[in-house]
């Protein structure tokens, strides 16, 4: 499908906020896009910030991370700039396995699909505490965003230089201390946190895991990942998994 | 028969584009894109003996524009599976040619497994794969010597009688006495070529991308390879005498145009691999622009121009 840029601009040094418009869809929180580039054979997967439908047409946040040549090009494009995109693809979270109160746990680049996910668990009137994770203050994005939306906002970063000094999991240990029962939990970002994030609150959660992708739309087996029903591809079966289902 | 139509030993197909075994799983994931019907046929994921579930990631890695490698290592559900769920499944979505995609680390792995398909109905032609460079001891081992494709080719022509195509290595000094001695042996007919073993290194970390070290390359980047290789295998079979031996070209197609190319080179249907991961429409396309591409050629029937260059 071809979608129009809307804007194109950095939220911090790395961090690119994109919107793009186009033919309506349906997303659901969790879901991604893969998007060509004149430069490169693979697409490159993007998670889905938000996505707001109007008029039989969607405008799509995208915010990415700059990595490599891939995504410094992505940054090339601005105002009126046609990008093709295969959208939605993946899975998504499941809302209804959470009870009235949920935490959402993000790490850096982890961030950004929990932001529309957060806006259907508030619409739907549930309680979002939110817990998000980076190295140091100039990396912090949407706290501003999240805390709009009605969601209580926790934000570690490694170096201390904001919020509670240490990983995400300093930060929810900092609020629910050691004898509360945590609520269900939706979790994007490294494996590393989220590795950190299951043996603290246990499998009672979901998480969204990330895979270098062939396709993105299950056919390549490129990113299959072994979990505990067998092989499960990332960009297909996934990019959410239950928790539990998950070996990290 | 229309103007499209190609034949592959006594299977007609409505025109000459098949998605590659590895690219287009067993079609239901690319039913969500367009309806299967257009294809010529579809050459389902390589199937093994036993379920398989690879090799370690990264699995994929890109090179710039041109193309990709994989060293995926054959992940499939096994055959028992396969005829349970996959094949019923793909039938429910696709009315046409059925190619199953057959992979083994044993000659009694091929036999086995070839076996089982020979009594199944909806496949209509056994692709053989001894050309895979992703798995160890095995696979690509078979396709590198003569004697080996050869044993092979009759190890699986004992056990059926659907037609059986031999998917060749490009990864060998000289391709046509591979290609003969399958034909020997009782190949029906060759699919070339499998992807051009390859690597890419992350500058940064000094380390190989794929997990597995070398993959297999694909995607545009490879078609002079696979033109050069089909076509040598073409006008080799006919020096030898062998003028009822189908070639399947494969590697690096990705327009309307390579097609044509690939059949004047001496294939008589063209398998559209790579292409298909980054565009899910691709063979659509390809089918759709045929026509046109035929008619700005003069070209009436596509069969026709099958080895013009041979």
């Known amino acids: 499908m071809i979608f129009t840029t809307v804007s194109n601009e950095p939220l911090t040094g790395q961090i690119w906020r994109m919107r793009l418009t186009g033919e309506q869809v349906e997303v659901r929180a969790g879901q991604f896009v893969e998007i060509q580039l004149p430069s490169f054979f693979l697409r490159r997967p993007i998670s889905i910030c938000d996505a707001e439908s109007k008029d039989g047409r969607t405008m799509l946040t995208l915010i990415y991370k700059v990595v490599g040549g891939g995504t410094r090009e992505l940054t090339a494009f601005g105002y009126g700039d046609e990008l093709d995109l295969l959208v939605p693809l993946g899975n998504g979270y499941e809302l209804e396995r959470s009870g009235s109160e949920v935490m959402l746990i993000g790490g850096g680049v982890g961030v950004p699909p929990l932001y529309l996910l957060a806006k259907h668990l508030r619409a739907k009137g549930k309680k979002v505490s939110v817990f998000h994770g980076f190295n140091t203050a100039s990396e912090v994005f949407y706290e501003r965003e999240f805390k709009e939306l009605g969601c209580k906002v926790t934000v570690a970063t490694a170096d201390g230089t904001k919020g509670e000094k240490g990983f995400v999991t300093d930060a929810i240990k900092a609020v629910y201390k050691d004898n509360v029962k945590a609520p269900y939990y939706y979790a994007c970002g490294p494996v590393a946190m989220l590795r950190a994030v299951k043996s603290q609150l246990g499998p009672d959660g979901e998480m969204s895991m990330e895979e270098r992708m062939g396709c993105g739309f299950g056919v390549c087996m490129g990113c299959s990942i072994e979990t505990r029903s067998g092989a499960r591809r990332v960009c297909k079966d996934g990019p959410v998994f239950k928790a539990k289902e998950l070996i990290l | ?310």
């Open chain 2, 1 to 310: 028969m229309n103007m499209m139509s190609v034949i592959l030993s006594g299977v007609e197909l409505a025109n000459p584009v098949i998605p590659a075994s590895g690219t287009f799983g067993f079609g239901e994931e690319m039913s969500g894109w367009y309806d299967l019907n257009c294809l010529g046929a579809i050459s389902f994921k390589g199937t093994t003996r036993e379920a398989r579930y690879g090799n370690p990631l990264p699995r994929i890695a890109e090179c710039g524009n041109y193309g990709m490698i994989n060293a995926v290592g054959l992940q499939n559900p096994g055959i028992e599976e396969v005829l349970k769920n996959q094949l019923p499944r793909l039938r429910e979505l696709y009315k046409g040619v059925i190619i199953a995609n057959v992979s083994g680390f044993s000659v009694e792995d091929y036999r086995y497994v070839c076996g089982l398909l020979d009594s199944e109905e909806r496949v209509s032609l056994i692709e053989v794969n001894v050309s895979c460079p992703n798995v160890h001891n095995g696979g690509m081992a078979f396709g590198t010597t003569a004697e080996a494709a050869a044993e092979v080719t009759r190890a699986v022509r004992a056990v059926t009688k659907k037609p059986v195509y031999m998917k060749l290595s490009p990864n060998v000094t000289d391709i046509v006495p591979i290609a003969c001695a399958c034909a020997d042996a009782g190949a029906d007919g060759l699919c070339l070529i499998n992807t051009v073993l390859g690597m890419r290194i992350d500058i940064r970390r000094r380390m190989p991308v794929i997990a597995n070290r070398y993959g297999g390359y694909s995607g545009k980047g490879i078609f002079p390879i696979s033109l050069r290789m089909v076509n040598q295998v073409a006008r080799g079979l006919l020096q030898a005498g062998y003028e009822q031996v189908p070639i399947i070209g494969c590697g690096g197609v990705e327009t309307a145009e390579d097609v044509i190319e690939m059949m004047m080179a001496g294939a008589s249907a063209v398998e559209v691999g790579a292409a298909n991961l980054r565009n899910p429409m691709v063979c659509k396309e390809i089918i759709e622009r045929l026509p046109e591409v035929m008619r700005e050629l003069g070209i009436a029937e596509l069969r026709e121009i099958v080895g013009a260059c041979a």
